[in-house]
C-alpha cells in the first residue's frame, strides 16, 4: 500500500464547475497536510495547508480533512482554466515528521 | 520578500560525475529539505537540514549527501551519477515552528 495515494486522473472538469481532488494516507500518526499545484515544467506551490478535522476555505479552494478515514481532499470552486495543473497531495508527522511524503498528482484540466 | 532560490536551473552531466546543487532558504527560514521528483512522480524526500546537521534522511544511497552553512544555505552533492539520477532536483524551506515547505525553482539535472 502507498503511503499517500490520489485519485487517479487525469481530471477533466469545464469552466466554472467544481473540481475535487482527493487523497488518502497510510499513517495515522500524521498531523499536517498539503496541497501543493504544479504547472508543467515548474516547481510545486503550496496553496493549502490543513491541520484539523473539518473543512479550510481560501478563496475558491477548500480543504476538507478527516482524520478518521484517513482522508483529506481539495474542492476548487468556479474552476478556471488556469487552475489546469497537476495537483499533489502532501503530508507530514507520524513516523515521517518533517518530511513531506507526495502522492503521485492528480493532473487536472479545465476546458473553456 | 526573497522566496527560496537555487542554482543552477539546469546541468547536463555523464555517467560517473559529480554535481553539486545549490539553495538559498526563504529569508527568515532555518531548516532546508531537498526533494527529487522524477518525471510523473511526486517528490521524493532525500534529507533535511537543521543547525547544519542532518536530521532526517529517505531512502536515498550514499551517494547523495549534503550541507547546510551558518547561513542556512545548503548543498546537495551527488557523487558517481547514474542515468537514474536524472530529475528535477528541488529544494524545500521552512521555519521551525511550522510544517510547511516552500519549494524553490529546481534544478533539472540530465546524466547521459
Known amino acids: 500500500q502507498k503511503e499517500v495515494e490520489q485519485n487517479s486522473g487525469p481530471l477533466s472538469v469545464p469552466e466554472g464547475a467544481i473540481a475535487s481532488l482527493n487523497c488518502t494516507y497510510s499513517?495515522?500518526?500524521?498531523?499536517?497536510f498539503f496541497w501543493y499545484r504544479q504547472y508543467s515544467g515548474k516547481s510545486p506551490e503550496l496553496i493549502m495547508f490543513?491541520?484539523?478535522?473539518g473543512d479550510k476555505e481560501d478563496g475558491r479552494f477548500t480543504a476538507q480533512l478527516n482524520k478518521a478515514s484517513q482522508y483529506v481532499s481539495l474542492l476548487i470552486r468556479d474552476s478556471q482554466p488556469s487552475d489546469s495543473a497537476t495537483y499533489l497531495c502532501a503530508v507530514t508527522g507520524g513516523t515521517s515528521y518533517g518530511k513531506l511524503t507526495f502522492g503521485q498528482g492528480t493532473i487536472l484540466t479545465v476546458h473553456p | 520578500d526573497a522566496g527560496v532560490t537555487q542554482s543552477p536551473t539546469h546541468l547536463i552531466k555523464t555517467r560517473g560525475q559529480q554535481v553539486t546543487l545549490r539553495c538559498s532558504p526563504k529569508s527568515g527560514h532555518d531548516t532546508v529539505s531537498w526533494y527529487q521528483q522524477a518525471l510523473g512522480q511526486g517528490p521524493q524526500f532525500i534529507f533535511q537540514?537543521?543547525?547544519?546537521?542532518?536530521?532526517q534522511r529517505g531512502n536515498f544511497p550514499d551517494r547523495f549527501s549534503g550541507h547546510q552553512f551558518p547561513n542556512y544555505s545548503s548543498e546537495l552533492n551527488v557523487n558517481a551519477l547514474l542515468l537514474g539520477d536524472s530529475a528535477l532536483y528541488l529544494c524545500a524551506s521552512r521555519t521551525t515552528g511550522s510544517m510547511a515547505q516552500y519549494f524553490g525553482p529546481g534544478t533539472r539535472l540530465l546524466v547521459l
Open positions: 537540514y537543521y543547525e547544519e546537521e542532518e536530521r
Open positions: 490543513i491541520y484539523s478535522n
Open positions: 499513517d495515522r500518526g500524521s498531523q499536517s
